[in-house]
Structures are given as C-alpha cells and as structure tokens.
C-alpha cells in the first residue's frame, strides 16, 4: 500500500463554491457590511482626525484657560501681582461688536499672536487698512470668498482671509445662547490700523488668561479660575468672567464629536447584530438541508467543532473582508465627505488623518465580534444534537414537535400558509426584529424635520414676546407696551446646564403668551415644560438652582409646568426674583415688547433676543445634519428591502422541494406564490404595524438620551404623517422584493422535487 | 479466536411511558476481524439501531460493545468522535454526499480524517469511479453515488466498515457490483464488514451471519458454505 500525503481538508473546497452558489446572498450581505462600516470607518476617522486636531489646537495656538471682560481697561502692570501669585499669564484680548450691512453680527479683534491664535484656512491676514479675515464658516453659509468685500457699517472691507479662531470652534455669540450660529455670527480679524481706531466706548475689555502649568487638572483649574475672579472682584468691575471649561464656543464641538460617536457606533453594532442573525438564520437553514451529509460525517469522525468551523468560516470571511474594504473606503473616499459635514457646522483648525487603532476596533474588531458570537452560539447550538438526530433529519430541539391544531374551518389556504409560517418562526423573528430595526432608523431619518418644523412653530406660537431687551443697566422707555422683568443664568444644580430665571410681574401681560394664568404670587415658581422634560421635574418637586460663579444655591417649589419649548426656563414673581437675588425693589435686567424700542440706547443694551435667537437650535441642526437625516432614511429602506428579501428567499429555498411538487400537483405560479409568498406578506404587514409603536417608544428613549448630551431641549414629536410614511416605506419596499421573490418561485422546476428523494 | 467486535447483553428502549418500546432485548454477539459479518432481520428488528450502537452513534440502556478490547461505553463523547475518526467507516442506505464537492473530493472527505489512508487515486479505480472523478453528485447514477459513498468511508482504512442496508435504493445488477466491491475491499484491505440488511440473498456472502427477529438473537453462526459475491441471486 502507496503512503499517501495527507489531505488537507477537502470540506474547504466547499467554501468559495457555496459562495459562488447563493452569490446573490452574499453579495446583498457584503455590500451592507461594507457599507455600514464604510460610512462609520469615515465617519470616525474624520471624528477622530478632526478632534486630534481640536485637541491638539489647545496647545499649539495657546488657547485661553479663560477669559474677563472689565468694563474699564487695565493699566500697565495691574495683573503684575496675580500673575506672579497665581502662576498664569494673562493677554489683552479686547474686542467690538460690529454689524454687518445684512445686520449679521461680527465680533472683532485684533491679529492675535499670543494667545488663541488662530488658523489660516485660504487667502491672507489682514495687513492694511480695509482688510478684514473673516472666519471660513461663516464665509461658507454666507457665499464670501477671499477678495470679497464686506460692509460692516458703512465701511467697505476686503476679505483677506478666511481664519479659524482656536476660541471659537463653535460660533456661539453669547455664552448662554442654546445653540451656535455660524450663518448670522462671525468673528473676525483686523490689522492693527483698523482696530486701533474703534471708539472706547464700543470696546470690549476682554482679557484671556492662561495657566503657567498647561496640564492642571479639572479641579486645580477651576480652582485656580476662582482664585483669580477673587482677586479681581476686589480691584476692579467684572462684567464677564468665563473659565474655558465653561465657554461653550470652545468646549462644544468637542462635546459634539464624542456624542456622535456613541449613536454612531451604536447603529453598525444594530446593523451587525441583524446580519449576523440573517447569517445565523440562513447557516441554520443550510444544516437542515445538509442534515444526513452532517450526520454522516459525524458518523465518520468529523468533530462538532470541526463542522462549526466549516459552517461559520464563509460569513466571518465575507464579514471581514467586507470590514477591511469597508475601512479603506472609509480612510479614503467617506472620511472626505464626513469631515466636510464638521467642516460645515465647526470652525475648525485644518486636520491631518489620524490612523487610529481606536477607529479599527471600533469598526472591525468589535463588529466581527458580534458576528462570530452570534454565529458561534446559534450554529454551535445547531449541531450539538447527536449524529443520529442529524441521519434521521429530526433537529427539532424539543424532540418530536407536537403538530399544532388547526380548525378546519378555516380554508385550506390559511390553514397552508400558518403551516409555512410555523415551520420559519426563527426566520419571521429574525425578519421582526429587523424590521424593527429598520423601522428604527426610518423614524430617525424622517421625524427629525417635522420635529425641527414643529419646534419652530411651537417656539413661535409660545413665546413671550417679540423681543426681550436685555440691558447693561436699568434705563426707562416712553414706549408704554413694553414691560419691565427681571433675567437671571443660573445653573439647575445636579446638571450643571444653564437655566433662564424669569422674574415676571404677576399683572404681566406678555407673560399671557405663555400661559392662561400669571406668575405665582408666593415662593413657588413654575418651569418650561422642556425643563420638567428633561430633568423630569414634575409639580410639587424641589428645583435647585445655583450661582455659575460661587457655590450659592437656590431652591424652589415647582407649582406648574408651561409651555415654554425655547429655553430651560424657570419663571417666579418679580418681588421674590428680588427678595432671592439681593435685588433693589426697582430692579430690573431689560424689556419685554413686541416692537423694537426706538429710545434706548444701544450702549445701554447688553443683548437682544429675537425670534431667530428662540429658534435658532433647530436652524443649526437642520443646517449640519440636514444631509444626514435622508442618508439615514435611505439606508433604513434598504435594511427593510434586504430583510425581507433574505428571510422570504431562505423560505423558498426551504420549500422549494415542496413549491416544486405543488407545480407537479397542478398548481399555477400563481397559486404557488400565494401559498408561500403570502405568510411573509402578512408576517411583513403585521411586523410593520406593531413595530411602529415600539420603534416610537424605543425612539422615545434614544431621543432623550441624545437630548441630555446637547444644550437645551428640542421637544420630542412624531408627526402623524411620519407615521403613514414609515408604513408606505415599508409596503413598497415588501412589493418590490416580493415580485423578485415571485419570479424566483417561477424559476423552480418541477424536476426538483424528484430529485434525491431520501 | 478472540472476538475482535464484542457485543454483550445490549438492551436499547425508545419512547416513554405506554409507548415505551425495547427495541434490543439483551444481544450478545462477536465478530473476528476481518471477517465479513450480515445482520439480517425484517423491518424494525433493530438491526439499524444494532449498527448505530457498534458505530457509538447511538448508547445503549444496558450491556456494552467493546471493540478491539475498548468499550464504547466508557468512552467520552470526545473520545467517540476520536474514536468513530480511527477505527469507523459508515455506509448508508442513501449516500449523503456533498452536493458541491466532486466525487474525488468526497472521498477526500473521509480520507481527511485518517493517518493511514489509501491512496485516492487507486482506490478510485478499484471503485470503478476514475472515469467520474470530476463530477459532482449530481451527475452520477445511485449506484456510483453509493460507491463514492463507500470510498469515502474505506479511504481513511477503517478497522470496521459498517453498511447499513448499502444495496436498499439500488437495483439488482447495482447492488450486485457493489456486493463485489465490498468483498473485493474486505480481501485487498482485510477491514472487518458489518452489513445490516432485509436482503436475505446477502447473507451468503458472509463470513458470519447474525439473524435478528423482535430484538434478539435468533441465530448466530459461522457460513460454511460461503459464495462469492459475484454469483448472489436473489
């Protein structure tokens, strides 16, 4: 006898032609993969590079550790002693608030060297008079090119440049405003010969502090930041004090970037685990057809762990190399397009790709993970019943299924068609969970501007009044509808987020806009429905507010809720506003009115908020994520179409033996499809019901969880027709793959049920 | 002569409760190796269940098997399947092949497992399976199907070959040839051969035959007057 070379195993041949054989399968399989990954490989690789860069700006332009405006200028030497006491340095950073002649806002400063330098994205820094650079955003939303010119009130300038100040990532023009606008607010650079010539009276004395230590820690820092106010507060008249970690044109986009990263992440993961189930599913399906060939191996010797290996080696192949391609395409061609989408909603530094193994881990590992764990445990599941029950094709697990009843009153066909529905409860699960899912997604990509419409119109329809005149200090008006009230930014204390404190006279009539009744007249208040929603404070709660810059805090008795979506808002009596704050009985912050007031000055007017201030949270959403809501909904139809294409296939390759001698029986195409077509039909229809609610809750949840991450609250609303959309989506996607599924049951020839007939 | 298969007082139940059924009522029988062993008995005798007992596919409620002095049932279900890989080659009535592996490959499948395989190449002659070596099921009638079914099985050279009613879904000339090869492989390999079957021509094949009827032995004993397979009529 010949010593033959050993074998290697001949069951891997099997591989590529099984791939060859359900190509279709595969490939549907492979190109969602591939694209999942893709879009969240470049969305995280533009994240990551883009918050390298942000992180790295801290450092490299000397951003700020935070910033005082004084209401007069320092002279020579003043901040000597706390520099030398406190170990920080500190800059002049003054700057002026101009209008443009579209009555857009652009803050000017002077070219800065030392501290929050800034970045050149395109053209110059203003070297002479009549330049200006201007910040590349703005520019963007608002058609400015370098060589452009700009009027700001009066005076023509040409645009130099376009520039990212490293302090004003996030274009927000006041602190407490609830969102950034990067279309109606610029900052801006002039030359030393146009600065110097702003009036003193229009200079804001801004000054911007760093620490000699750059790695001090959250608290040291804070610390630090009180120490200095301290300091000041006895020597000179503060009118803003802002610690970088509170400066929200700084600190959003980085805040930003991290919460994207987490939903992100988490829609692959949802996308993964549907694929592997569909994997799953289908592999089952394969055993049971393959159930004498697996016995017989085992018979022979073949191992468990050896099948397994052979079973779940073509999806964890397809899956990874699905993965590797999908990250090339995303290092490469997405991370272009990603990064634009920042790029159009953040005042960013210019970015370098950054391979990041965190990205690879995110996007590779932790995906086949989920792949090989839930393929590992359904088909490891699968095969661990003996070769026997495999030679003898009983692979129930609960031994000899009891065979359902079914009434014979109702008609053949029912009682058919429940048959084939019992016999794929695994597939119509998995077919229900996925719908699930891609009912999910469809509600995220198609409520959010309904929601956005929604909110404007509320805001609208809600708010106090016009314009509330926020003043430097109490000067009076002749104009008689206007009405004094009282505007304090405290913190809503566990949360630390700010909240708007209203003090309203109880006869107030603007306050009517927002509710039947008037303030309380006692201690108690009421607060914005979006404040109760948010932190879920109900009536009869205790709210505890504090002082952003000292550790004073206030607590109050919630009475009501109103309806307020603008802001967090908290609303009291005038007289107890005084009594809490330490105010004059004559006190107040500005005006309520519906028309502009004529004769206040604008020295005299701090800020001014308008309609477009109130709504301007939905504005910038819409503006940076407009493009991504129908991506969103686009790729959750697909999920729906690749569902139900890959479930009601695995069910008419299951039957098709059974389809096949239907044919012999006589029945038509036709009636054949309506035999094994229709379970999925109504399995579909049923899915799709029931799972609209659940998706809507389920949303409700995810919605919130978003919510918290962000500044303000956008209240949650699933517009009706949202509803009948998400169904349409669903009925056309169902009628589009039954009809392949149809011409798929034509193609079964009869032969096949004759064919190894074991 | 030592038996090199023992069968000891083999008791095997299905079913619970009323409808519980014993199926192996006490078997004790051996064979020696190399020998050519039928098992015949009608429909539900346990024969089937006899060969799945020898073959550690299936365990018995009472007595053991022990082959070639190791008994099954102190075996681990690891050590079966270690075991089955060794010393076990399985023929079905109907063959299970792989339908997307070619009839060279198929054999493959059984050869992978062992370390003292037959060469491919020549046991594909003997089986008379050269000419179709690059075709897949399929394309083959049942009876080169059955055949690359016992090649799959013989290729790893096991120490037993257990068919279990190998000549059921073939035809009279079919199941002859393979009757052939079968004694053929038993003289070139010296494989012991159980053969489970309802055909009572087979039996003169055989070196031993074991009659089955309700569970039991009905009779065991050597044939004396042993044909060649070759001049069966049934």
């Known amino acids: 006898m010949n010593k033959p070379k050993k074998v290697r195993n001949p069951l891997r041949k099997r591989l590529f032609r099984e791939l060859l054989h359900d190509f279709g399968k595969y490939v549907v399989i492979f190109t969602f993969i591939f694209a999942t990954i893709a879009m969240v490989a470049g969305f995280l690789v533009s994240d990551i590079s883009l918050k390298t860069a942000y992180d790295e700006s801290f450092e490299e332009y000397n951003v700020e550790d935070g910033h005082f405006t004084l209401l007069t200028p320092a002279e020579d030497g003043f901040f000597d002693g706390m520099e030398r006491y406190y170990k920080v340095k500190v800059y002049e950073n003054f700057y002026a608030d101009r209008e443009a002649d579209d009555g857009d806002a652009v803050r000017v400063y002077r070219l800065r060297k030392d501290v929050n330098r800034t970045a050149l994205w395109e053209g110059d820094y203003p070297?002479?008079?009549?330049?200006?650079?201007?910040?590349?955003?703005?520019?963007?939303?608002?058609?400015?090119?370098?060589?452009?010119?700009?009027?700001?009130?009066?005076?023509?300038?040409?645009?130099?440049?376009?520039?990212?100040?490293?302090?004003?990532?996030?274009?927000?023009?006041?602190?407490?405003?609830?969102?950034?606008?990067?279309?109606?607010?610029?900052?801006?650079?002039?030359?030393?010969?146009?600065?110097?010539?702003?009036?003193?009276?229009?200079?804001?004395?801004?000054?911007?502090?760093?620490?000699?230590?750059?790695?001090?820690?959250?608290?040291?820092?804070?610390?630090?930041?009180?120490?200095?106010?301290?300091?000041?507060s006895g020597r000179a008249i503060l009118t803003d004090f802002l610690r970088r970690a509170d400066n929200q044109a700084i600190q959003f986009t980085g805040a930003d970037m991290g919460g994207d990263k987490a939903l992100i992440t988490t829609l692959l993961y949802v996308v993964m685990a549907v694929m592997a189930f569909i994997f799953a599913v289908t592999t089952s399906n394969t055993i049971e057809q393959e159930a004498a060939v697996i016995g017989t191996l085992r018979a022979s010797g073949y191992s468990r762990g050896e099948l397994l290996r052979h079973y779940i080696a073509l999806p964890i192949i397809v899956s990874m190399i699905a993965a590797v391609l999908g990250n090339l395409a995303g290092y490469t061609v997405l991370k272009k397009y990603f990064a634009s989408l920042y790029l159009h909603s953040y005042s960013l530094t210019p970015y370098h790709t950054v391979w990041s193994a965190e990205a690879f881990w995110l996007t590779t590992v932790i995906p086949l993970v989920i792949l090989v764990t839930v393929n590992l445990l359904v088909v490891s599941r699968k095969l661990r019943l003996s070769p026997l029950r495999f030679l003898?094709?009983?692979?129930?697990?609960?031994?000899?299924?009891?065979?359902m009843h079914l009434s014979h009153r109702l008609r053949f066909l029912s009682r058919f068609r429940l048959r084939v529905i019992f016999q794929n409860v695994p597939s119509y699960l998995t077919l229900f969970l996925g719908i699930f899912f891609a009912n999910l997604l469809l509600l995220f990509g198609i409520m959010m501007a309904p929601l956005l419409d929604n909110f404007r119109e509320t805001v609208m329809d809600s708010k106090i009044a016009n314009y509330q005149y926020i003043l430097k200090a109490p000067v009076s008006t002749s104009d008689a509808d206007a009405e004094q009230y009282c505007l304090n930014e405290l913190l809503d204390k566990p949360s630390k987020e700010e909240v708007m404190v209203y003090g309203i006279s109880p006869d107030s009539g603007y306050f009517r806009n927002i509710s039947e009744k008037s303030v309380p007249a006692g201690d108690e208040i009421l607060i914005s429905e979006g404040y109760s929603e948010k932190y879920g404070y109900l009536p009869g709660d205790e709210v505890t507010l504090k002082e952003k810059f000292s550790s004073k805090s206030y607590s109050f008795r919630v009475k009501e809720i109103v309806h307020y979506p603008a802001s967090l808002a908290v609303f009291m009596n005038d007289d107890l506003f005084r009594r809490t704050f330490d105010k004059d009985d004559d006190d107040f912050t500005g005006y309520l009115t519906d028309r502009r007031l004529t004769d206040v000055k604008d020295a005299y007017i701090a800020s001014v908020i308008t309609e477009h201030d109130l709504v301007v949270i939905a504005d910038q959403l819409d503006d940076s994520m407009g493009l991504v809501f129908p991506i969103i909904g686009g790729f959750a139809t697909l999920l729906y179409m690749l569902m139900i294409y890959m479930l009601s296939k695995l069910i008419l390759e299951k039957n098709a033996k059974s389809i096949s001698m239907t044919k012999i029986l006589g029945y038509s195409g036709r009636e054949t499809g309506r035999l094994y077509i229709s379970p999925t039909a109504w399995v579909v229809m049923i899915s799709l019901v029931v799972t609209l609610p659940l998706a809507a809750i389920a949303m409700r949840y995810i919605y919130n969880y978003y919510m918290l991450q962000m500044k303000g609250w956008l209240t949650f609303f699933i517009a009706p027709a949202t509803y009948a959309r998400m169904l349409l989506i669903g009925v056309v996607s169902y009628f589009v793959v039954s009809a392949v599924q149809y011409l798929r049951i034509r193609r079964i020839p009869m032969e096949q049920a004759l064919k190894n007939n074991e | 002569m030592d038996k090199f298969l023992e069968i000891h007082d083999l008791v095997k139940y299905y079913g619970s409760g009323e409808s519980r059924v014993k199926v192996l009522q006490g078997i004790t029988a051996g064979v020696e190796k190399g020998h050519i062993c039928v098992v015949l008995g009608s429909s539900g005798c346990g024969k089937s269940t006899l060969l799945n007992i020898i073959g550690g596919i299936e365990k018995p409620d009472g007595g053991y098997v022990s082959i070639g002095g190791e008994k099954l049932a102190d075996m681990s279900e690891r050590k079966l399947t270690q075991y089955r890989r060794k010393h076990l080659g399985y023929v079905f009535q109907f063959y299970n092949l792989i339908p997307n592996l070619t009839v060279r490959e198929n054999i493959e499948v059984g050869a992978y497992l062992g370390s003292n395989t037959l060469d491919v190449d020549e046991l594909m002659k003997t089986l008379g399976l050269w000419e179709h070596r690059n075709k897949i099921p399929n394309?083959?009638?049942?009876?080169?199907?059955?055949?690359?079914?016992?090649?799959?099985?013989i290729v790893k050279n096991p120490d037993i070959l257990l068919c279990d009613e190998p000549t059921g879904a073939l035809d009279y000339k079919t199941s002859k040839e393979l009757l052939k090869l079968l004694e053929e492989l038993n003289q070139k390999y010296g494989n012991t051969i159980v053969i489970v079957t309802h055909n009572d021509a087979i039996k003169n094949m055989a070196d031993q035959i074991i009659k089955l009827r309700d569970g039991m032995v009905r009779k065991d004993y050597r044939n004396e007057q042993k044909i060649a397979a070759a001049d069966l009529e049934w």
């Open chain 1, 127 to 232: 070297s002479g008079m009549g330049e200006i650079a201007i910040d590349r955003l703005y520019a963007e939303n608002n058609g400015y090119s370098v060589g452009d010119t700009m009027i700001i009130e009066g005076r023509r300038f040409r645009v130099s440049g376009l520039v990212a100040l490293t302090d004003y990532s996030a274009l927000f023009k006041n602190n407490t405003d609830m969102m950034f606008d990067a279309k109606q607010f610029t900052v801006a650079l002039l030359s030393d010969i146009d600065f110097d010539v702003i009036q003193p009276g229009e200079m804001k004395y801004c000054y911007s502090w760093t620490n000699d230590d750059r790695a001090l820690s959250a608290d040291e820092c804070k610390q630090k930041a009180e120490d200095i106010m301290d300091w000041l």
């Open chain 2, 139 to 153: 394309q083959l009638s049942g009876g080169q199907q059955q055949r690359t079914a016992i090649g799959r099985a």
């Open chain 1, 392 to 403: 003898r094709r009983d692979l129930s697990r609960r031994g000899r299924k009891r065979v």
